[in-house]
């Protein structure tokens, strides 16, 4: 009688040891395709690290680790840096929301601030793009538009200013 139920409990911790480690498996598939993207230039690399990163944000376990979100973050702003944009769907609008928000998420996560050079960094260069978008429009003499993307800019940094005041100052050097 016993034989049974420990087959059924080892395949049990079998198959959920498996689901667990499968979506660990997509946020490192993800990151390799956007090592592959460093090296080669091909957006079809990006696409996939996409396909995988959100799969990996959508389960449980991955869902809650501040590294999942930033890898998102990360694979979006590389396509919106990407030069072969016409293979990327989304309008730049949408990529820097979607690298913003998987940024932010990630500083929310990471309670530790193990990730927040990173984070901020990335919402660094997010802020860049959008002074650089309200420039162009401006010069378009799309003044509302203009400003629009100044206030969103200014915004962004205002996100970072709050990551980095929240952390202690150590005085003692100064």
Avoid at 44 to 59: G, R, V, W
Avoid at 60 to 69: A, E, L, N, Q, R
Avoid at 91 to 99: G, K, M, N, P
Avoid at 124 to 132: F, K, P, R
Wanted: proline share 2%.
């Amino acid at each position: 009688m016993n034989l049974p139920k420990r087959i059924t409990g080892t395949l049990l911790t079998t198959l959920l040891a498996g689901t667990l480690a499968a979506q660990s498996s997509a946020r490192v598939s993800a990151v390799n395709y956007m090592d592959y993207y460093k090296q080669d230039k091909k957006v079809e690399n990006l696409l996939k690290a996409e396909e995988y990163i959100n799969k990996a944000a959508l389960d449980v376990k991955t869902s809650v680790d501040p590294k999942t979100w930033l890898y998102r973050g990360q694979i979006y702003q590389m396509m919106l840096e990407s030069k072969d944009t016409i293979k990327v769907i989304r309008s730049r609008e949408e990529l820097i929301e979607l690298s913003y928000s998987s940024y932010t998420k990630s500083l929310e996560l990471d309670t530790k601030k193990e990730l927040l050079g990173y984070s901020t960094h990335g919402i660094d260069a997010l802020c860049i793009h959008t002074l650089q978008k309200g420039n162009k429009l401006y010069d378009a003499a799309q003044y509302q538009a203009a400003y629009d993307a100044y206030v969103k800019a200014f915004n962004m940094r205002g996100e970072i200013k709050k990551y980095y005041s929240a952390m202690p100052v150590d005085t003692s050097t100064c």
